[in-house]
């Protein structure tokens, strides 16, 4: 455990703290009067009031749109089933700010429901939900929809002959046994909503504001450190209660009714009932899913002169104003491939010790560990990311000019998926063998090799493919020490939004595309390694 436990307090805890600290403390005196102050202006209790109540919808709106499709992939065989799968789930490893482009693309001005009816959705909180539904459907149907197949027909038949009608058998025997799942599921679209800063800043423009979007425009705009620094310690302890939450249903899960295998309890669907809600899920993957992607696309390809490749020829020139980037846009794809590469070896040195201590150990203190290792996920990126600049700055870990500061960052957010993905793979490995390994005489390095390393191999090809992807997508702590002679690809789509000019969106168009070509190559090489899991989980 030593070794993550010293990347997340020099590289997580460190720069949260101090950006905390240089906010509340003044002088050497703590002043922690201001957090009264802030927290009981209007425009900040506007910012809490609009952070929990959109989250909460989202949540509601995607639960209610996927749990049908949650159904669908987990007890219907259909062809192409696989394919939809792993398109479902490209939205997930998405950056933040190709969804936000994807849906001004269709929703905003000059967009498709522009052109075709006149109707312009951005700027309004229903672009922002139903961008959150298109990012986290596939949580709820992978999740869900994961333990749902293996969840014994059988039983709910039995209680069918037992007297009780269709919905009271799965009122009483499928949903207690799907419940912690839904709660797991619910709890991770609400911390990712909660939390969301690259789709609420394209698209709810000057009116919408989370504690995310908040805490940048403090930080970056405004420059104040006070305010941003109490809104950090409020979603700090938000975040927190909702992991601890999620983690008790996770636990609860584990004891949920016998699994079997999935292709057990999948079929053909039968009767015009079954059939009529496979063509409602497809058609609701086709609007919600495919449509934004597919109208980014066209985006990047409609130039004044026609269709046609110009806007991505366009990457290839420098700005002869210098006023976006230093380099060609196209650089930005270079640049954000090698910080992810680094990134993943990063992630999957940290996040495997870590999966490995937890393995081996038991206790309340190894369980807090479990459960502060996700907590990157819902801090704020942007507090860390100018944490960064404020911290790293001095011998021997003046990190500001290093080309590693990027990579760093971006393994914070890649490791918690490591850890996800190889935990339940390698708490699954038989002790008998790795003991079986050492009274023959082998060295726990030479155990790890030859028993543990062959039974994780694909679980560890998975984490590193999350975390690449995830890595790839980084932008919240990324937009801060990015330098302008090196944007990653997400900064370069968000500053190119930024600028006027026709020129300045189909480049943004254009550079999206090549991020969402590039997330859905990882992920169906994903699909092509996943490990069937009894966890049901993502």
């Not at 940048?216 to 620094?229: G, I, S």
């Not at 790293?392 to 003046?398: F, G, H, K, V």
Request: proline share 6%; charged share 15%.
């Amino acid at each position: 455990m030593a070794g993550p436990v010293a990347f997340f307090a020099v590289f997580f805890a460190y720069p949260v703290a101090a950006i905390v600290g240089r906010g509340l403390r003044i002088d050497g005196v703590w002043q922690f009067g201001r957090i009264g102050e802030v927290l009981g202006r209007a425009d900040i209790l506007r910012v809490l009031w609009f952070t929990t109540w959109q989250a909460l919808a989202s949540t509601g709106l995607t639960l209610l749109i996927a749990l049908p499709g949650a159904y669908v992939f987990a007890r219907f065989a259909f062809p192409g089933k696989r394919l939809l799968r792993a398109a479902v789930t490209v939205p997930f490893v998405l950056p933040t700010v190709v969804v936000g482009t994807a849906f001004l693309a269709l929703l905003g001005r000059g967009g498709l429901l522009d052109q075709a009816w006149g109707v312009r959705l951005d700027t309004t909180v229903w672009a922002i939900l139903l961008a959150h539904v298109f990012f986290n459907y596939a949580v709820v149907v992978r999740t869900v929809g994961g333990l749902w197949a293996q969840l014994d027909p059988r039983q709910e038949e039995a209680a069918r002959v037992l007297g009780a009608g269709r919905f009271a058998a799965w009122r009483r025997v499928t949903l207690p046994a799907l419940t912690p799942a839904v709660a797991a599921a619910a709890l991770m679209v609400f911390l990712f909503t909660f939390t969301s800063f690259g789709v609420v800043q394209i698209l709810g423009g000057p009116t919408y504001a989370t504690l995310e979007v908040e805490i940048y425009r403090q930080t970056a705009q405004l420059l104040d450190l006070p305010t941003a620094a109490v809104l950090t310690l409020v979603q700090f302890a938000a975040v927190g209660a909702i992991l601890a939450v999620h983690a008790a249903t996770v636990r609860r899960r584990e004891t949920a009714l016998k699994l079997v295998d999935p292709a057990r309890t999948a079929h053909r669907p039968r009767g015009a009932g079954q059939w009529a809600l496979l063509g409602g899920v497809l058609a609701t993957i086709v609007l919600l899913i495919l449509a934004p992607l597919a109208v980014l696309v066209e985006r990047s390809l409609d130039t004044p002169g026609g269709h046609g490749f110009g806007y991505y020829r366009a990457l290839m020139t420098s700005d002869p104003s210098g006023g976006v980037f230093l380099v060609p846009p196209i650089d930005a794809v270079w640049n954000s491939l090698q910080y992810a590469l680094a990134a993943t070896a990063i992630a999957l040195a940290v996040g495997g010790l870590a999966a490995a201590a937890l393995t081996r150990r038991a206790g309340r203190l190894v369980r807090g560990f479990d459960a502060l290792l996700m907590l990157p996920l819902g801090v704020s990126a942007v507090t860390v990311g100018f944490g960064f600049l404020i911290t790293l700055d001095e011998p021997p870990l003046d990190l500001r000019a290093s080309w590693i500061l990027v990579p760093l960052a971006q393994a914070l957010v890649g490791v918690p998926f490591v850890v996800r993905t190889m935990l339940p793979v390698l708490r699954a490995v038989d002790e008998r063998l790795r003991e079986a390994a050492a009274v023959l005489g082998a060295s726990p390095w030479r155990v790890w090799r030859e028993v543990d390393l062959p039974l994780v191999r694909r679980a560890l090809l998975i984490a590193a493919g999350f975390a690449f992807a995830v890595s790839l997508g980084e932008f919240g702590a990324t937009v801060f020490i990015a330098r302008p002679d090196n944007p990653t690809l997400p900064v370069a789509v968000a500053r190119l939004l930024g600028r006027p000019g026709e020129l300045n969106y189909g480049q943004a168009m254009a550079l999206s595309t090549i991020l969402m070509v590039v997330c859905a190559v990882a992920l169906l090489l994903l699909e092509r390694v996943r490990v069937d899991r009894s966890s049901g989980e993502f």
